[in-house]
């Protein structure tokens, strides 16, 4: 089964950071190179829709973030290691959620629908 694995997530308290990172398990890309897509970072929160919370191009030259995290929130990519970043800083109490990594071949989405390969998820706990 061809899927996204993300890790780096646990309980914190609020002001701490964390980092996420997000591989590809198997053949993840095996038609097309790591490079060729774009990747997002979404979250679900217990009783919310899953939201999305930032995602970056094919190469990492454009970005994007949602209100709630920008500025607090940083998304990379190492297209040579096949891995994806998401580095939190400044956590609230209120980022606590599953954060779920994403990838598609195309252009950067804010939708969850526009996303073909997901990870299962990993929790992010921040206490106040």
């Known amino acids: 089964q061809v899927q996204l694995v993300e890790s780096g997530g646990g309980l914190v308290q609020a002001g701490d950071s964390l980092r996420l990172s997000c591989v590809g398990s198997?053949?993840?890309?095996?038609?097309?190179?790591?490079?060729?897509?774009?990747l997002g970072w979404f979250r679900q929160a217990p009783g919310k829709e899953r939201e999305f919370v930032a995602a970056?191009?094919?190469?990492?030259?454009?970005?994007t973030y949602s209100d709630s995290v920008q500025g607090r929130f940083t998304i990379s990519r190492d297209n040579p290691k096949e891995i994806g970043y998401l580095r939190m800083d400044s956590l609230l109490p209120e980022d606590t959620a599953i954060y779920f990594c994403?990838?598609?071949?195309?252009?950067?989405?804010?939708?969850?629908?526009?996303?073909?390969?997901w990870g299962r998820g990993i929790q992010v706990t921040v206490s106040s």
């Open positions: 198997g053949r993840t890309f095996s038609t097309a190179t790591f490079d060729s897509y774009s």
């Open positions: 970056i191009s094919w190469l990492g030259g454009s970005t």
């Open positions: 994403a990838a598609r071949d195309g252009h950067t989405s804010r939708a969850p629908a526009d996303y073909k390969l």
